[in-house]
Structure formats: C-alpha cells, structure tokens
C-alpha cells in the first residue's frame, strides 16, 4: 500500500524560514513532487526530487532521501502570499506511474 | 501558464440528475486524469487516460465514468447523482515524454448534490 505522512498544520511568521516535512512508505518510487495549493484553488506544481538531494529554486527548496522514504520542502523569507496548503506527492511506477498525495500541509504566514 | 479547463466552476444539483463534468487542455498532453479531493483531504485518483480511447479506474472507487475519444477531452459522467458524490473534482493532464512529466491541473469544478 501507499503511505503519505506530513503534518497537518503550520504556522510561521512573515520573513522565516519553515520547513515541511514528508514521508512515505510506497511499493515503488519514481520520483517526489511538491504541489502549492491555495484555498478553493488548483494545485500548482513547485518541486521535484528523484535522486538524493537538494534542489533549490528561488525562496523554494526540496530535499530527498530515498533511503529514509523523506522528502523536506525549505520556504525562505516567508510572504503572507505562501499561505496555503503543500502537498507532497510520490511517483509510483508500479501505479502505472501515477501520482499518490499526502493530505497536505496547511501552512499559515503569520504577520 | 498551464491550459487546462473544467466547466462548470460549481455545480448544485438535485438527487438523481445525470451530470457531465468537462475537461478539455490545449498542450496535447496525452496523459489525462481525474482525482477528487474532500475539504482538507488528500487528492484521490479516481480515472485516469493514457491516450485516445484509454480509461482506466484509479485508487479510489467511483461510480462515475469516463470517455477518451480525442486527446485534448476528458468529461467525467454520473448517471444518477447523489449527496454522497459532493466533492471538489480536479482534471490533471501530463505530457509522458518530457521533462518532470509533472501534472498540471485545471481549476476544479465544486459539485453539491441535495
């Protein structure tokens, strides 16, 4: 089976630094994405990861061990505008390569 | 700026309506999907597309079907509407051949059923 852990909720002040944290336990990987989605809206694509590392892009990172099934999503210099939930999304190439979703962090930017 | 569209935006209906939900892209994407995500739950794959006349059902059990028969269309039916079916569906499409093969999804359509 698949499972997809992150926390529920955050909350982090305008200007910080938050970390949110992912992990999995799947049949197969093939790669980790990370989804911003915004209340009553579509999620938008941010990051991937498929091998060992850091991938930096711009205010946003993401960092993956295969090994320890943990995946990290870095938001630098926080803006109120980064309230939203972040979803963290396994790649299984035995689910026809589909895509399996955590239920998301819901992060809060406080002023 | 990704190009995928569902119609309508929201959508209340009565018990026992036949409903079409659309999805249509523009990027020629042949790999399509429909997933539905409850208020502060996880997103579930519920049919997804390789290509022109290609269904599949994912993870969750729906009672909804699905039709492939050009690339860039991919409406979602119930034949018979009931309140356990309100839901927030999302269409997603993806190009398998290049890059991250990451999804892009369209704006949702929000259906309540009464």
């Known amino acids: 089976g698949q499972n997809i852990d992150q926390p529920t909720e955050m909350t982090a002040t305008e200007g910080a630094i938050v970390q949110i944290n992912c992990t999995y336990q799947t049949s197969g990987f093939n790669g980790l994405f990370w989804y911003q989605q915004h209340a009553g809206e579509a999620p938008t694509f941010l990051s991937y990861?498929?091998?060992?590392g850091l991938e930096e892009k711009g205010r946003f990172s993401s960092f993956l061990s295969r090994s320890k099934g943990y995946s990290y999503l870095l938001l630098k210099e926080l803006q109120m505008k980064d309230s939203a939930s972040y979803l963290c999304a396994v790649r299984d190439p035995t689910g026809a390569n589909n895509l399996f979703f955590g239920t998301g962090t819901r992060l809060t930017v406080i002023p | 700026e990704a190009d995928i569209y569902q119609t309508p935006r929201y959508l209340v209906i009565g018990t026992g309506k036949k409903i079409t939900l659309e999805c249509s892209q523009t990027?020629?994407?042949?790999?399509m999907y429909w997933y539905q995500q409850d208020p502060g739950m996880e997103l579930h794959l519920i049919h997804y597309s390789y290509g022109v006349n290609s269904t599949e059902k994912g993870d969750l059990s729906s009672e909804s079907t699905v039709s492939r028969i050009r690339t860039e269309h991919f409406p979602l039916t119930l034949e018979s509407a009931r309140p356990s079916h309100t839901s927030q569906y999302l269409c997603?499409?993806?190009?398998?051949?290049?890059?991250?093969?990451?999804?892009?999804f369209g704006p949702g359509t929000r259906l309540t059923v009464l």
């Open positions: 990861n498929v091998l060992d």
């Open positions: 990027m020629g994407h042949d790999k």
């Open positions: 997603a499409s993806t190009d398998t051949g290049t890059g991250y093969n990451e999804q892009f």
